[in-house]
């Protein structure tokens, strides 16, 4: 049985003011209706002004996803009532959206088509209390939105999940959104059916799943619901479903009977949207390399992992910071593996994506580790500190003696001592077994704590053995 999957999803543009009036759009956090003004408020005669700032992300977002820019686009109404929306519509696109037919690629290689990308406003914010009345907060009311609406080009719940999260790592690359599921700045509405055949199956859609997990949990159970349904013969209604995630199960909204119609019309009081190729190319021209260009020019130019590409280029100042870490030290698997292991669990730690720890201080700790200045051990101390404090490697070094032992009388007595503590080992050497030398070069790095130099060591220890 085939799965079929479409997914709409709403993601909310980063701009300092609301999509047709100058409201503050960081509603998170904000007292309650603090962030309101007439227009946002719907008062009789307020008239919205098109945010510009708005429009360009939504371009940058439409271009990055490969869409056609049609020279003209117009906002409609959508038309509802319920208490979260003051002027009794929505501002949205409906029959000449922003943009169109365009598709994002997955890391698997598959490209997913876009079918349309437009603008619209938010809704309020509704309270439910316990006492039994609800409180409404307007802050979100108009604030700028993007929907991506796909192709029902998705084949299981793991895809759908793939992308969900290469789609927010495009609108992070561009700074657009902030893709935080959890506080509902991207949100995704999930469209679902089953088929034993090349034809359509009757669909489902689910909302509020508020991560990545939910979406994949949800549309499991989804799949699995209909799938046995269908092996029964039984029809599939078409249905709007929410998530319970509590329970872990979907439960019925509202059924096709119940659908809303909208009473769709253009909106009167805004011209429609001119969009000139000079703005476009503009636009075009300002996109940064996107996560899937980024991948395969890593693959080719560094040669590392497909692992260590998918993690070093999921956030755009982490693969940003590489670039500059190998344009110094040009060693790229080196770089990820201390970047994979020592920058990211200090990032975690300190919860920002701010590396505090400057390309030039960590390139360096990479070079006194590769000439045998300092030990792996102590390069992970002085990262540390180096991210914290910010001080120069070189610095931190000297400062708390790190620096390896290379001083020839101290290490002269520290090489005596240990070959008269491993006669076995010496005579080994001497027998012709060379290996044996490691052994006693480890002795001495114990003794030392790592701070002897292993060139010196090894040609003091030579030196010795062949001198008795
Ligand atoms: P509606 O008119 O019910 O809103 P649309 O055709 O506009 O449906 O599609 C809405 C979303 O549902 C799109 O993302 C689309 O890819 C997806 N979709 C459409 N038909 C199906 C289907 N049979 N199975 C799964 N997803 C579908
Ligand atoms: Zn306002
Ligand atoms: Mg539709």
Redesign the pocket.
Known sequence: MRT?????VHAQLLTKTKLFCSCSAAYFGAPPNAHTCPVCLGMPGALPVLNERAVEYALKAALALHCEIPARSVFARKNYFYPDLPKGYQISQYEEPLALRGYLELPTGKRVRI?RLHLEEDAGKLLHRPEGYSLVDLNRAGVPLIEI?????LSSPEEARLYMEELRRVLRYLGVCSGDMEEGSLRC?A???V?PDER????T?IKNMNSFRAIEEALKFEVARQRALVEKGHPIE?ATLTWNEALGRTELMRSKEEAEDYRYFPEPDLVPLQIDDAWRERVKRSLPELPAQKRARWMQEYKLPEYDISVLTDERSVAEYFESVVGLYPHPKDVSNWMMSEILRLLKESQTMEIALKPEHFARVLEMVSSGQINRTVAKDVIAESFKTGKAPDEIVRARGLSQISDEQALAEIVAKVLAENPKAVADFQSGKEAAIGFLQGQVMKATGGKADPKKTREMLLQRLRAT
């Open positions: 079929v999957i479409g997914l709409e079918r609406v796909s192709e029902p080009d509405d469209n679902v059916s088929s359509l199956g009757t669909k859609e078409q």
